[in-house]
C-alpha cells in the first residue's frame, strides 16, 4: 500500500536552512509526481512545492527562491531543501502523492522556526 515515511523537520533559528525526506513505498514513485504541502496553525494545508514525474517544478510564491524540491527515483525519495527559513515557514510538512485518483499523505513533520 501507498506509504510515505517523512523527516527531516526540527527546530531551526531564522535564516537557518533544514532539508526534509519523504521515502515513499507501496507505487512505482517515479511514475508519479509528489508535492509538498504545509499547515500552520489556524491554516489551511497549502502547496508549497511540486515535482512532476518529469523533473519539472512548481513553488508557492512564499518559498520561491529559498525552497527547492528534488527527487531520488532510486531511493523512492522527495526531498524539500529549505534555506533562509523564516518564523513564517512554522508548519506540519507533508508530502503527497495522487494514485488512482486517491490523495496519499505522509503523517507529517513538524518544522519550527523560532529565535
Known amino acids: 500500500q501507498v506509504q510515505f515515511v517523512e523527516s527531516g523537520g526540527g527546530l531551526v533559528q531564522p535564516g537557518g536552512s533544514l532539508r526534509l525526506s519523504c521515502a515513499a513505498s507501496?507505487?512505482?514513485?517515479?511514475?508519479?509526481?509528489m508535492g509538498w504541502y504545509r499547515q500552520a496553525p489556524g491554516k489551511e494545508r497549502e502547496l508549497v512545492a511540486r515535482i512532476t514525474s518529469g523533473g519539472s517544478t512548481n513553488y508557492a510564491d512564499s518559498v520561491k527562491g529559498r525552497f527547492t524540491i528534488s527527487r531520488d527515483n532510486a531511493k523512492n525519495t522527495v526531498y524539500l531543501q529549505m534555506n533562509s527559513l523564516k518564523p513564517e515557514d512554522t508548519a506540519v510538512y507533508y508530502c503527497?502523492?495522487?494514485?488512482?485518483?486517491?490523495?496519499?499523505w505522509g503523517q507529517g513533520t513538524q518544522v519550527a522556526v523560532s529565535s
Open positions: 507501496g507505487f512505482t514513485f517515479s511514475g508519479y509526481a
Open positions: 503527497k502523492t495522487i494514485v488512482n485518483y486517491a490523495n496519499y
